[in-house]
């Protein structure tokens, strides 16, 4: 482990994790600041204000990635990323993607107390839409720089209510001038709640994620006929909502004989005409698809297919289905899972490895360069919820394996 180092302010980090949730706060003790919504303006502002404060220069990107930068002392070494995203499910909690970027803060501030300088720079990011609850798809901002997702691509996304996610941008003052990706990064590190059980049940402090998960997302457009729900005769009836709710259960059916390696269920639907006395005579819905092995995510899909060919079989109706937004699984890099457990076990902390069946940041940056993904305990594994919890212990372990993690990737000067 690199050498002794200041320790990371817990209590600031603490208070700088429940002042940024109190942005958007809602009565459940939740969060709700969907991306680039005037909530996530007010966040980001912060940030800016905090990181100029320990001194970073700020650069915002053509997609609304916020990078705040410390530099390091050879500038033609590409810098070590940390980060993940401030913005918000709807509602979710004050720690899914809020604690990558402000523990990043702290690395900082605890390397500016000790006046430590480090060879690589030191970039905080905070990534543009990563929850994809308001625009689809989510991880939109690294996946952007990335060059997963074309710019123009992204910047024509609409939300449910019709806004255009580039004139969104605008409205809200997040556009930069910055050129989006295109340029080297030694390391990305992230830090975030691991979001299911296993390290509050085992009593573990740490994990340093080893594999991700086959995913991709399903969208089903259900056409039936309209008519009048006290004229119409139940035997003559093409109702669209009717056989979406059989196709919702069979989905469910379906994601729970696959727990625990995979999982799942319907999670949005709209409904057209959408009025109590009209049949209805379009549904559409949605689900995301998770599994640990590729045959599985397979037969997840093939199974779901089925189910579709089965209703509208029954119904007479026309079911059209798309599997689409892949992604399937990798390894995260064995040295930096190392460094991660081999910090962790130098500051006295329990740690294993763990792998993810959800997506973040960290996929897009894999591409780009070796990335470490860390998580931390967080209550009963609930997250995107009002209930999210991580305790400020836990908080505090992980930004100090954070911090010793950077300062040995980015090396002291």
């Known amino acids: ?6 320790p990371i302010d817990a209590e600031r980090l603490w208070s700088d994790l429940m002042t940024m949730g109190a942005i958007g706060e809602t009565a459940g003790g939740g969060s709700f600041r969907p991306a680039l919504s005037d909530a996530d303006r007010e966040a980001r502002a912060l940030f800016r204000f905090w990181a100029r404060q320990a001194g970073l220069t700020v650069t915002t990107d053509a997609i609304g ?15 070590v990323v940390i980060g993940s995203h401030l913005d918000t499910q709807m509602p979710g909690g004050k720690f899914d993607g809020v604690l990558g970027v402000l523990a990043g803060l702290a690395v900082v501030r605890a ?24 625009f689809q798809p989510g991880v939109m901002g690294s996946a952007v720089f990335a060059g997963k997702l074309p710019l123009e691509e992204a910047l024509s996304r609409v939300d449910p209510e019709g806004k255009v ?22 390391r990305y590190l992230e830090l ?7 390290l509050e049940s085992s009593g573990t402090d740490i994990a340093a994620v080893s594999r991700t998960s086959f995913m991709c997302s399903g969208y089903v457009t259900v056409n039936g006929e309209n008519g009048h729900t006290q004229t119409t005769p139940m035997s003559a009836r093409r109702n669209a909502l009717t056989a979406a709710a059989r196709l919702i259960l069979a989905i469910d059916e379906i994601g729970a004989a696959e727990e625990p390696l995979g999982m799942v269920s319907a999670s949005t639907i709209t409904n057209w005409p959408n009025n109590r006395v009209n ?21 997840i899909m093939d199974r779901i297919e089925a189910a579709v060919r089965q209703i509208a079989q029954e119904t007479g109706l026309e079911i059209d289905l798309q599997h689409r937004h892949f ?26 490895e763990l792998p993810t069946l959800t997506a973040h940041d960290a996929l897009s940056m894999q591409e780009l360069c070796p990335t470490a993904l860390i998580f931390v305990p967080c209550r009963d594994g609930v997250s995107h919820s009002e209930r999210e919890w991580a305790e400020p212990e836990h908080v505090a372990k992980g930004a100090e394996v954070l911090l010793y993690t950077a300062a040995r990737e980015a090396g002291l000067a």
């Open 1 to 6: 482990m690199t050498a002794s180092l200041p």
């Open 65 to 79: 990635n916020i990078f705040a930068r410390r530099e390091g002392t050879d500038p033609n070494l590409p810098p």
């Open 111 to 134: 390397l500016n107390e000790g006046d430590i300088r480090t060879r690589h720079a030191i970039e905080i990011v905070d990534w543009t839409n990563e929850e994809g609850a308001r």
């Open 165 to 186: 996610l580039g004139q969104e941008l605008d409205r809200t003052g997040q556009a930069g001038a910055m050129p989006v990706g295109g340029r080297a990064l030694h």
């Open 192 to 198: 975030h709640i691991e979001q299911g059980p296993e």
């Open 279 to 299: 049949i209805p005579h379009r549904t559409e819905l949605s689900y995301a698809v998770v599994h640990m092995e590729e045959d599985g995510r397979r037969r």
């Open 327 to 352: 992604r399937d699984a990798f390894d995260f890099s064995p040295e930096l899972r190392s460094a991660v457990r081999e910090t962790a076990d130098g500051l006295g902390l329990s740690s294993c």
